[in-house]
């Protein structure tokens, strides 16, 4: 044993928060990440309540505020609230779906601080885009949004979730991200869990589809270089190890809903047992540090074979709790995506069943996620 195996490492404050600032959203992607059940307005802090968790945020250490959703946009608060981040010291990117922003309130961003906008495309074409969405029109109106971010002066990141229905275009959509003007890409294939575990069926594409799409965007890493820069995030079912979920449960970022309850990941509700805390309850440093979910996999304690006797062990944390209570009934083991994990044939079993795809899926194939919100014009 080494010594990191047998030293407990003080638990170091997160990096960043994730303000889940409402559920509310005009769009309905197949593949969201918030809960299957949507916290209503009823309940949603309050300004304040927000402005005091920044500040307990800043105040423990935390360098980034990503303000999220849902639709971040749909708080007629949000210029409030990015003005406060910006006084307590927090780097804001706001990630949107862009609709629900004019160039007037782009610009009041702007002016209050806000240092980074992180837009989502569901794909480039323009009909594919609206059906994925299911919002007509939601193609047309992020363009317009790129170009008034690109005006207000903020840097722009444009983030496309990869599936069935667009991996066709995966290298288009870096060529895309570049004509609307953005410094980084990210090209993020799906992750099975909560809305996108419901819609696997639609959504997943062949490993044939995978390889194709893999390829053509690392090849654009070269075209582009010092253009753009492009984050891949590769897709789990075709990997031999798993990721390090959230850079590791509890160790870099939370999660705060928009009811206050703290998470250390987006899925962490699905994991039966667990106990979170709230801001109203209790500060953001005391739930750092003490809350009940926050140490149930902290660090590596916790771990069974075999991760437990694993070199890998503190790289990728053992993968995502969520991911190995979806599909082994069981946070606690091995995220199955491991070729190592006694369940790695029910993740070999799936992506076989995916050999072959159409990818014209229609619209009434998606469980599309709703909690639709009236956005300020
Ligand atoms: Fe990661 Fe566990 Fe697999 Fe090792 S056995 S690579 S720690 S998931
Ligand atoms: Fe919860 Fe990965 S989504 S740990």
């Known amino acids: ?7 407990p490492t003080p638990i ?13 959203c005009p769009l309905g992607c197949p593949y969201c990440s918030n809960p299957i059940e949507l916290e209503q307005r009823a309940g949603e802090l309050e300004t304040h309540d927000w402005m005091r968790v920044f500040s307990e945020a800043a105040a423990i250490g935390i360098l980034h505020a990503h ?18 981040c910006k006084k307590v010291g927090l780097y804001t990117n706001l990630i949107t779906s862009g609709i629900g922003l004019t160039q007037e309130r782009l610009k009041q961003l702007a002016d209050a601080g806000l240092d980074h906008v992180q837009l989502s495309i569901q794909d480039a074409a323009p009909e594919s885009a609206d059906r994925i969405a299911g919002y007509k029109g939601a193609f047309a109106r992020k363009m317009d949004v ?3 971010v690109n005006e207000a002066g903020l840097p722009l990141t444009v983030n496309a979730v990869i599936h069935r229905a667009n991996i066709a275009r995966a290298g288009r ?10 410094r980084r890409v990210e090209i993020a294939h799906t992750q099975y869990y909560v809305w996108a575990l419901v819609n696997r069926k639609a959504l997943m594409p062949s490993r044939a589809q995978v390889d194709k799409a893999v390829a053509e965007v690392e090849a654009l890493r070269e075209t582009y270089a010092g253009k753009i820069v492009i984050d891949h995030v590769i897709p789990d079912y075709y990997a031999r190890y798993p990721k390090a979920c959230m850079g590791g449960w509890a160790k870099r970022t939370l999660n705060v809903n928009p009811h206050g309850k703290v998470l250390p990941c987006h899925a962490a ?36 074979e075999p991760c437990r006797s694993c070199p890998r062990k503190t790289v990728d944390f053992g993968g995502c709790r969520c991911q190995a209570l979806a599909l082994t009934g069981d946070a606690r083991n091995a995220d199955p995506i491991c070729h190592l994990s006694p369940h790695h044939d029910k993740v070999s079993e799936i992506a076989a069943t995916f050999d072959e795809v159409d990818e014209n899926v229609p619209a009434s194939d998606y469980n599309y996620r709703m909690l639709k919100t009236q956005v300020p014009a």
């Open 67 to 84: 303000l999220s959703g849902g639709e971040p946009a749909a708080r007629r608060d949000l210029v409030e609230i990015v003005a406060h």
């Open 269 to 304: 509700e699905t994991i039966p047992g667990l106990e979170f805390w709230n801001v109203r309850d209790h500060s953001l440093g005391d739930i750092w540090f003490n809350a009940p979910a926050f140490n149930a996999f902290r660090g590596t304690e916790w771990m069974r």
């Open 173 to 182: 959509m870096v060529e895309f991200a570049v004509e609307l003007g953005a």
């Open 12 to 24: 170091a404050a997160p990096v960043g928060i994730l303000a889940e600032l409402t559920h509310r």
């Open 1 to 7: 044993m080494n010594a990191l195996e047998t030293t």
């Open 146 to 148: 790129a170009k008034w």
